[in-house]
């Protein structure tokens, strides 16, 4: 039978490369439970930011392929070596993205501002002191300073930069990020959001968020589908 998804025996891998791990299976497992919409939606660019090692892109690309249908597909990560083996998962599974060894975007903002319509983020979300995030090596892949935010506040304005108006991001957070905030600093920037995916291991609990844009997301901030207390001077919200 035809696998729907990256075969885990032909995702490629290098000792300073992340391996699919619990998020990333819940990230490509949102992104089946969501395909048929996704095929619906017929997006022209797709894009993975901090790919590691090619498993949750080329599930995309698998996923869609499928139906015949081929978007075109880019990646980025910081790490070099991700680039390296992301490519032999790839060809591994048949499947091509252009892939750029950049930090989340940086120098694709011009080309590609404004147009993609699916995008895809595991990002270095655990809370670790702030001089880890960004270091050389393999603790990169998970270093996310401060509440685990520092990757994940950089990479949600540039998200809104390359979106395009028909726009998905799809993005794993750990309770320890406040995804509510998260959700709240995006309905901010016009996008409405849902949690598409929870899944709770011993070790943490992750939300596989799913954010569109709204265009009354802006104006109706008050909107019933979420609700949102001030609770010791924060903004606690969560939308359901
Ligand atoms: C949690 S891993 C996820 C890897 C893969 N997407 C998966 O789900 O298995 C985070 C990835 O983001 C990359 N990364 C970290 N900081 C980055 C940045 N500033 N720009 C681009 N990629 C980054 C890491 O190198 C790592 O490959």
């Not at 590609?112 to 595991?122: I, K, Q, R």
Request: net charge negative; aromatic share 8%; hydrophobic share 40%.
């Amino acid at each position: 039978m035809l696998s729907k998804i990256a075969k885990i025996q032909l995702v490629s891998s290098h000792p300073e490369v992340y391996e699919p791990c619990d998020d990333s299976f819940a990230l490509v497992d949102a992104l089946l439970a969501d395909r048929t919409n996704l095929l619906q939606h017929r997006p022209s660019i797709c894009m993975e930011i901090g790919c590691g090692s090619g498993y949750v892109i080329t599930s995309l690309a698998v996923m869609l392929g499928l139906e015949g249908f081929i978007p075109y597909y880019l990646a980025t990560d910081i790490n070099p070596h991700a680039i390296r083996v992301t490519r032999e998962t790839m060809d591994a599974h048949g499947v091509y993205a252009e892939l750029v060894n950049t930090d989340i975007a940086s120098g694709l903002e011009k080309r590609l501002g404004g147009s993609v319509d699916v995008m895809v983020v595991n990002p270095p979300y655990v809370p670790t002191p702030e001089d880890e995030v960004g270091c050389e090596g393999i603790a990169s892949a998970w270093a996310g300073g401060e509440n685990g935010r520092s990757v994940i506040d950089k990479i949600l304005p540039v998200a809104d930069n390359l979106l395009s108006e028909r726009g998905w991001l799809y993005m794993v957070t750990l309770t320890a990020n406040n995804p509510s905030e998260i959700c709240l600093e995006m309905r901010k920037k016009g996008y409405a959001s849902r949690v598409i995916l929870q899944r709770s291991t011993e070790e943490e609990s992750l939300h596989i968020i799913k954010f569109w844009r709204d265009s009354d997301s802006q104006l109706e901030l008050k909107n019933l589908s979420y609700w949102t207390k001030l609770i010791e001077g924060k903004f606690i919200s969560w939308m359901w």
